[in-house]
């Protein structure tokens, strides 16, 4: 199994909503990923897990909040968005770190639309 | 600095025909990878090559071949006879080692048209 799976693929929420994104993964690898995609733009990374751990916080705003519950979910809490964190959200996984050739696999992305 | 760029914003190619998408990157630490990344409308990142910044050889996959030329910083993209389903966007990414990190710089993409 070599994919990486999200839900939902799109969600439509209020500024006062919460909401999560989901993404799984089961080919044991260690480190997952999200990023912000907006449109006509290149993935922005948001965090980064390794072994569970939050390895890395790209200073993103705390109304997002991840969470790994284990070493093949992770989840995106979302809480009092704004309109222009509307984007494709995107998971992504991959062996772990360290290595320059650590092959990052995405999912199909969540399309968010705050209103 | 930008550590990626793409300099072609949109990419024309007939079918069948070769096409070659630009890639150079910046970076100061020896060890690095460079990715290529095919994004069609629906959205998901498809992972297409890998260059080491150590491999002597070109990296192949396919149609795809990467055009890695060390010394001029460049990490090109060619696809060979290309098809209507490579219409897409194409990122070009690269890790550094040494940094610790596992971020991936994407470039800005090109948006590749194949026209029948």
């Known amino acids: 199994d070599t994919e990486v799976t999200q839900t939902p693929k799109h969600l439509v929420m209020g500024m006062t909503n919460k909401k999560s994104l989901k993404c799984e993964q089961h080919?044991?690898?260690?480190?997952m990923y999200w990023y912000k995609q907006k449109a006509k733009k290149p993935p922005e990374l948001m965090f980064v897990?390794?072994?569970?751990?939050?390895?890395i916080n790209e200073s993103v705003p705390s109304r997002f909040s991840p969470e790994c519950p284990n070493s093949s979910l992770l989840n995106l809490h979302l809480h009092a968005l704004q309109p222009e964190d509307s984007a494709l959200y995107l998971c992504?996984?991959?062996?772990?770190?360290?290595?320059?050739?650590?092959?990052?696999?995405f999912g199909p992305g969540t399309r968010l639309t705050v209103l | 600095a930008q550590k990626i760029t793409q300099t072609q914003p949109g990419m024309f190619v007939q079918e069948k025909e070769a096409v070659t998408l630009d890639c150079t990157y910046d970076?100061?630490?020896?060890?690095?990878?460079l990715f290529w990344y095919k994004q069609p409308s629906s959205g998901e990142m498809i992972f297409l090559i890998y260059?080491?910044?150590?491999?002597?050889q070109n990296a192949t996959e396919g149609r795809y071949s990467l055009n890695f030329q060390k010394a001029r910083k460049s990490a090109n993209l060619v696809i060979s006879a290309s098809q209507l389903g490579d219409s897409a966007m194409y990122f070009c990414?690269?890790?550094?080692?040494?940094?610790?990190?596992?971020?991936?710089?994407f470039g800005t993409g090109t948006r590749l048209t194949v026209i029948p």
């Open positions: 992504a996984s991959s062996r772990g770190l360290g290595s320059s050739y650590n092959e990052q696999f």
């Open positions: 080919m044991g690898h260690r480190a």
């Open positions: 897990y390794s072994y569970e751990k939050l390895s």
């Open positions: 970076t100061s630490d020896p060890s690095y990878g």
């Open positions: 260059q080491g910044s150590y491999d002597q």
């Open positions: 990414a690269m890790r550094e080692v040494q940094t610790g990190a596992n971020n991936l710089f």
